[in-house]
């Protein structure tokens, strides 16, 4: 998690979002580790991970930690728009950020889907294409 901002790592920590700290943290990581370059950093209630630490860099995923019940995480990835997999779908709730089509809902005492490691290297590449040559 050493690519979350301080910001990020700092708002962990808050009796808020501590007890999605344990869901968070594993989640973090893996949409991190799909390339070095990647960065997480803290915007308003949510965590936007891009592919590179400019703040023009494309997002590939998001997370926003909901602390009502059921307590939950929310993750969405730009993935194509006829991606398809159990669990994966149109945003539960009335979010939208540009870029990110599919959504992942982890419930607190859920595990974290092994398929999201190969989910975060699929939108990572997608998010990539919007790039272009810098």
Do not use: C
Request: proline content about 10%; overall charge negative.
């Amino acid at each position: 998690m050493e690519r979350l901002t301080d910001r990020a790592h700092e708002k962990l920590d808050t009796p808020r979002w501590k007890p999605l700290r344990d869901l968070l943290v594993p989640v973090s990581k893996t949409l991190l580790e799909v390339s070095p370059d990647a960065q997480g950093d803290l915007a308003g209630n949510y965590i936007k991970v891009a592919t590179g630490p400019a703040p023009t860099r494309p997002t590939y995923a998001a997370v926003w930690p909901k602390v009502t019940l059921p307590k939950r995480l929310i993750v969405g990835l730009a993935l194509p728009e006829d991606f398809e997999a159990a669990g994966v779908g149109p945003s539960p709730e009335r979010i939208f950020y540009q870029g990110l089509t599919r959504f992942l809902v982890i419930e607190e005492g859920q595990a974290v889907p092994d398929e999201l490691a190969a989910w975060a290297k699929q939108a990572y590449k997608e998010a990539s294409l919007l790039e272009g040559p810098e």
